[in-house]
Nanobody, 125 residues
Framework: QVQLVESGGGLVQPGGSLRLSCAAS????????IAWFRQAPGKEREGVSC????????HYADSLKGRFTISRDNAKNTVYLIMNSLKPEDTGFYYC??????????????????WGQGTQVTVSS
């Protein structure tokens, strides 16, 4: 059974940085795609970024390119989301998700089979 556990959220001032972690277990192949989503209060969930577990190919939401970086450490079974130059509008609950379908033509826009519990990020002065 795949399990995902997020950590690293918290309160940060505008302009600051955070690194979120998604610790994964139970992967049965190297073809998983792992994604980060976020949901702000009163808004729909939106995709942030995704990465191929096998070869590290990554995609980003256009609005976040240049500020957010996704990476993975296969030895630690962990995917990271490094968020720089944070803005109040980045506030929300951040989730990681995984699917064994791999990173294909649809990029991050797929149905994910596994979800973590999420971690809160608050950007405020």
């Amino acid at each position: 059974q795949v399990q995902l556990v997020e950590s690293g959220g918290g309160l940060v001032q505008p302009g600051g940085s955070l690194r979120l972690s998604c610790a994964a277990s139970g992967f049965t192949s190297g073809y998983y795609v792992i994604a980060w989503f976020r949901q702000a209060p009163g808004k729909e969930r939106e995709g942030v970024s995704c990465i191929s577990w096998g070869d590290g190919r990554a995609h980003y939401a256009d609005s976040l390119k240049g500020r957010f970086t996704i990476s993975r450490d296969n030895a630690k079974n962990t995917v990271y989301l490094i968020m720089n130059s944070l803005k109040p509008e980045d506030t929300g609950f951040y989730y990681c998700a995984a699917d064994p379908a791999g990173l294909g033509p649809a990029a991050c826009d797929i149905e994910y089979a596994y979800w973590g519990q999420g971690t809160q990020v608050t950007v405020s002065s």
